[in-house]
């Protein structure tokens, strides 16, 4: 490589030396070549240019629009946060402002003002930094940036000149003059003139005086510097400027600029936020996927004006963003209210009721308060901590320092405290999705809890097990014993499933019975018979296929995280017969004249469940809102008509669901707190029944009165609980009769409460000694016990908490304990801070509880 650029210099400088001298030998030739060469170096550049079909299709630049079933404009697809106006609708003050300033010879010239670049030419010659653009020119920037560029060039300035000179062929003056006001940006994610004056002045366009006028037209020069917010004195002086070049352009007195420029800075600023449409989680979803389908067919989204035809219905939507805001809002207020003080409740069971109560307290106070650890928590993993840490501060001092920023503090507060939900609606014959709510407020939360958060189900997970269980022949009518329950792990760990109402009724449970009342321990009796791996393929196969499920007996408790969008194209299978559909959003696509450029039908059904096995789970879903733990669903919103769902709530409160079946539609909503170390105070707040029912009971409520959703449509699963009724019935009595216990008596006091369940078998906790009794203190998961330490498990307080297994051996009763032991195939547990065993989960896009299925073992 030496040897091949040896001597590279010397003839370097030989080449040079000859050059020059031909020059010196014929300098009339060189002169006239040099022309020449300009003209070459221009028309090479030409090629590099945007062509004049694509200016002309800019022109006519439209963007694409989504539209609902009903017609209703959903979403615009726009370059930037723009409201596009003619150049009637603009101020003439804004106009002669922007003449005077930027180019005074604007209708004279074609494009390039040779003048005015003269000028400049000379003036940066001589040290004065000048720009000699025209307006055209500069519209050639702003259209087509990565063609020109925007480096400091001769180059550039040549495809910026040339490309000017295609617009003015394309464009008419006042169409140069409305696209540049149109295409420019004034900060704060405003484009335009219009957005500008709006996020400034607090007026459109059209009204703005010389003032304002002067200070947007001065802010071209150079929008951060002479930022009016940041950078009044500047602004204002620049602004002032401004007018000056329209008194010499006689577009203003000298006496009306006397009195304007002692004018203080007057702004009504306040940011423009994007519209994003009735459905913004929905349209930022179908934005990216129109993204794809236009790149693989040659559109552009943000010029072509295609038409997206959708299946949302618009009035569902509306309801949808109603439901949420006004009983989000509400949950808000409890959680607020409840977290501000010592003692939570005292305000009813409407949450409404604690609206009122918001501001005499403050908000989280006592949350914080005891929860000083978690606060600096937040503040160590903050974007703002890591920042200083690498600017090189101690963490320390980190620490403090964003401790002792008020502002900071009060948004991460604000921010960890903020209740979160999502809302779906699926039409379950067709898959159609009908309304979709990603947050409570897009502009606040732009993740979307319906298709990107995985958080874990609870009990809406259970008829999964329930409906296995049909599938392989089991009946509603069958019944468990509803007593406690130990799960042998390994030898070292044993899952103990409880409920939330205590001990055990010692009596036997049906199976319609304990999906209704979503028992705990009759679940996972279930679910030891039906087995974790048939429960988790027929969850995958009637729509949870994205998220990964645990194939573990905790499962049936809803442990593995999962997204609301998998639960209601889940529940409406449920609906649907047993067949699955894939749930879809887009009927077709259309150009800007409303031709079809490609159609999309429904997915065919997959089966997934038995009919007759689908229509026995439907019907003993029934009972969750008859009689099960979603009974307050009909009072409370005047529902009517045939309905099934199943609510849910995971460890400590962490997450609320409810998902509600109707021949018409399946609506599903997940409340919770983005963070899962935050969550509901008191149990019943905590609950799903009293969380996310209160959003799709409100949403029910609103389409039922619009006639939207038909309340007098009957599933066709046919009423089988007056069939199971004498059987049941049967079974109770012979119970009562054989093993009814008698009341304690003086004379017979050893007939008592029933005592402490002693635990006593192979692989099992010992039975302990004398006094060795471990009182549970509260009802989060106890610690996993070894089969070496003695304990006493008080049935009173059965911790509820997974660990990962694979199946089960039929069960054996011990000491009033039903016991099932697990093959030895699974790894160590994993032990959380808490010092309960806990099991592990598939990634999730937001923090997910460490749940069991319900708040502390509770049935929901």
């Keep these: 490589m030496n040897a091949r650029f040896e001597g590279l210099g010397e003839r370097i400088a030989e080449g040079a030396h000859r050059t020059w001298g031909a020059i010196r030998r014929h300098p009339w030739k060189t002169a006239a070549a040099l022309p020449l060469a300009v003209v070459v170096y221009v028309l090479v550049l030409i090629p590099f240019t945007p062509s004049i079909g694509n200016i002309k299709k800019s022109k006519q630049e439209s963007p694409s629009v989504v539209l609902s079933a009903d017609g209703k404009e959903l979403a615009v697809f726009k370059r930037a946060n ?25 209708y004279v010239h074609h494009g390039i003002d040779f003048t005015r670049t003269a000028k400049a030419a000379l003036n940066t010659f001589h040290g004065d930094v000048q720009g000699g653009s025209t307006i055209t020119q500069q519209l050639a920037r702003n259209l087509y940036p990565e063609d020109i560029g925007r480096e400091q060039t001769i180059t550039r300035k040549v495809k910026e000149a040339i490309t000017a000179l295609k617009i003015e062929a394309v464009y008419s003056k006042d169409e140069i003059l409305e696209s540049y006001l149109n295409s420019v940006s004034f900060l704060y994610n405003a484009w335009g003139i219009e957005m500008a004056a709006r996020t400034y002045f607090d007026k459109p366009a059209k009204d703005l005086n010389e003032l304002e006028a002067a200070t947007l037209i001065g802010m071209l020069k150079g929008t951060s510097y002479y930022n009016p917010v940041l950078n009044p004195e500047r602004a204002r002086e620049r602004r002032n400027t401004v007018l000056a070049q329209m008194v010499k352009a006689n577009k203003l007195t000298e006496e009306r600029y006397a009195t304007l420029k002692a004018q203080p800075m007057k702004l009504a600023f306040e940011r423009q936020p994007e519209y994003n449409g009735p459905a913004p989680h929905l349209a930022e979803y179908l934005r990216r996927w129109l993204l794809e389908w236009a790149d693989k067919h040659d559109y552009n989204i943000y ?9 949302l219905d618009s009035r569902l939507q509306a309801y949808a963003n109603e439901a949420v805001k006004r009983q989000g809002d509400a949950l808000q207020a409890v959680a607020e209210v409840e977290w501000s003080r010592p003692s939570p409740g005292g305000f009813g069971t409407d949450p409404q009721n604690y609206v009122a109560q918001r501001g005499k307290g403050a908000a989280f106070d006592y949350f914080w308060a005891t929860h000083k650890e978690l606060l600096d928590e937040y503040v160590r993993e903050s974007s703002e901590f890591q920042a200083l840490r690498q600017q090189g501060k101690d963490a320390t001092d980190a620490a403090e320092q964003l401790r002792a920023d008020s502002r900071f503090m009060a948004d991460l507060k604000k921010q960890k405290t903020t209740l979160q939900a999502g809302f779906l609606a699926i039409e379950p014959t067709t898959g159609h999705i009908k309304a979709w709510v990603g947050s409570r407020d897009y502009n606040d939360d732009k993740f979307d809890h319906v298709q990107q958060a995985r958080r874990q189900p609870g009990s809406t997970f259970k008829p999964f097990v329930y409906g296995a269980a049909f599938e392989m022949g089991h009946s509603p009518s069958e019944t468990l014993m509803d007593q406690a329950v130990a799960i042998q792990i390994d030898k070292n760990q044993v899952w103990r499933p409880g409920d939330i109402e205590g001990a055990p009724t010692n009596m036997p449970v049906t199976l319609r019975e304990g999906l209704a009342k979503s028992k705990n321990t009759i679940t996972a009796q279930l679910m030891m018979q039906v087995g974790p791996a048939r429960v988790a393929s027929l969850a995958r196969a009637m729509g949870v296929r994205q998220s990964k499920l645990q194939e573990v007996p905790s499962l049936a408790l809803g442990t593995s995280p999962v997204t609301l969008k998998e639960m209601v194209s ?48 439907l019907d003993v879903m029934r009972d969750v809102i008859e009689s099960g733990t979603a009974v307050g669903l009909r009072p409370r919103f005047q529902l009517t008509g045939d309905l099934a769902g199943k609510t849910g709530t995971t460890q400590d409160n962490t997450d609320g669901w409810f998902i509600l079946m109707h021949p018409n539609l399946v609506a599903g909503a997940w409340t919770g707190f983005n963070d899962n170390r935050v969550a509901m105070r008191s149990s019943y707040w905590g609950q799903g029944a009293h969380t996310a029912l209160f959003l799709v009971g409100d949403f029910m409520q609103q389409s039922q009165k619009a006639k939207l959703v038909d309340p007098k449509a009957v599933f066709s699963a046919p009423r089988m609980k007056d069939q199971e009724q004498p059987l049941l019935q049967g079974v109770k009595d012979w119970w009562n009769s054989v093993f009814s216990t ?25 039975a302990p000694r004398a006094g060795d009794v471990v009182p549970l203190e509260s009802t989060r998961p106890g610690p996993a016990v070894a089969s070496d330490a003695p304990v006493l498990i008080d049935p009173q307080r059965v911790p509820a908490f997974p660990r990962p297994l694979d199946s089960a051996r039929p069960a054996d009763t011990v000491s009033g304990t039903q016991v099932y032991q697990v093959p030895q195939r699974v790894a160590p547990a994993e032990t959380t801070s808490m010092g309960a065993a806990s099991p592990p989960t598939a990634p999730s896009a937001a923090p997910a509880a460490e749940a069991t299925g319900e708040a502390t073992g509770s049935a929901q």
């Design 303 to 311: 010029a072509d004006g295609l038409v997206v035809q959708t299946t």
């Design 742 to 766: 008698p009341a304690a008596t003086p004379d017979n006091p050893e007939v008592a409460a029933v005592p402490p369940v002693k635990l006593d078998a192979p692989g099992l906790v010992p």
């Design 570 to 617: 889940s529940f409406s299978t449920i609906v649907n017969g047993g067949s699955y559909i894939e749930p879809t959003m887009v009927t077709a696509i259309e150009d800007r004249r409303h031709n079809r450029l490609e159609s999309f039908g429904s997915p065919s059904s997959e089966p997934a469940l038995s009919n007759q096995a689908a229509q026995t789970l």
């Design 82 to 106: 723009r409201d596009w106006v003619k150049l009637a609708d603009i101020s003439p003050k804004a106009v002669e402002a922007l003449l005077a300033t930027e180019d005074k010879r604007f």
